[in-house]
T-cell receptor, first 113, second 112 residues
Framework: DGGITQSPKYLFRKEGQNVTLSCEQN?????MYWYRQDPGQGLRLIYYSQIVNDFQKGDIAEGYSVSREKKESFPLTVTSAQKNPTAFYLCASSIAQGAYGYTFGSGTRLTVV | SQKIEQNSEALNIQEGKTATLTCNYT??????LQWYRQDPGRGPVFLLLIRENEKEKRKERLKVTFDTTLKQSLFHITASQPADSATYLCALESGGYNKLIFGAGTRLAVHP
């Protein structure tokens, strides 16, 4: 079955540590997105990519980095520069051109310890 | 800046009734609007998309309206069931390339 897989489901980070969240899709979608969700707030866009080897900053890109070396994969690195990384991270994919709904992964909950 | 407002208070209704959720937005004219369902600890699931030139869209027990003059969308679930209990998110197209901005969502609780 086609879908989008995020791993791990839970992740714990120590102060000053970089961590990488995985996102893989087999839907043949060109576009992929990373959002952050905090309690009581809407999803906020971190980075997005419309095509391989290209990506754009979203509204809250500071302290995060991404790569898009393969169509299927869009990993997100939370760096030590991100001062408040504890949140629920969601990856999504969609057809790039036109109006289409997103397919979301099941999310990664990151906690700083 | 663009802003999306959804009622932050939970909506409690009786099974069988129609649930109506509201999404208001300011400072933007989106080409389309989407609604998603999110269960606790899970990713959102796409439900419906409505374009700016469409007044209404239906899918089974779901109905969405889009009033670009009022800058408002209404999301209706008819004959609601306890299984419809979830948080519903409104999302607006923002700046092309199918990039979306999301509201904080409204939690719906359907009681037997």
């Amino acid at each position: 079955d086609g879908g989008i897989t995020q791993s791990p489901k839970y992740l714990f980070r120590k102060e000053g540590q970089n961590v990488t969240l995985s996102c893989e899709q087999n839907l043949n979608h060109d576009a992929m997105y990373w959002y952050r969700q905090d309690p009581g707030q809407g999803l906020r866009l971190i980075y997005y990519s419309q095509i391989v080897n290209d990506f754009q900053k979203g509204d809250i890109a500071e302290g995060y980095s991404v790569s898009r070396e393969k169509k299927e994969s869009f990993p997100l690195t939370v760096t030590s520069a991100q001062k408040n990384p504890t949140a629920f991270y969601l990856c999504a994919s969609s057809i790039a051109q036109g109006a289409y709904g997103y397919t979301f992964g099941s999310g990664t909950r990151l906690t700083v310890v | 800046s663009q802003k999306i407002e959804q009622n932050s208070e939970a909506l409690n209704i009786q099974e069988g009734k129609t649930a109506t959720l509201t999404c208001n937005y300011t400072n933007y004219s989106p080409a389309y609007l989407q609604w998603y369902r999110q269960d606790p600890g899970r990713g959102p699931v796409f439900l419906l998309l409505i374009r700016e030139n469409e007044k209404e869209k239906r899918k089974e027990r779901l109905k969405v309206t889009f009033d670009t003059t009022l800058k408002q969308s209404l999301f209706h679930i008819t004959a609601s069931q306890p299984a419809d209990s979830a948080t519903y998110l409104c999302a607006l197209e923002s700046g092309g390339y199918n990039k979306l901005i999301f509201g904080a969502g409204t939690r719906l609780a359907v009681h037997p």
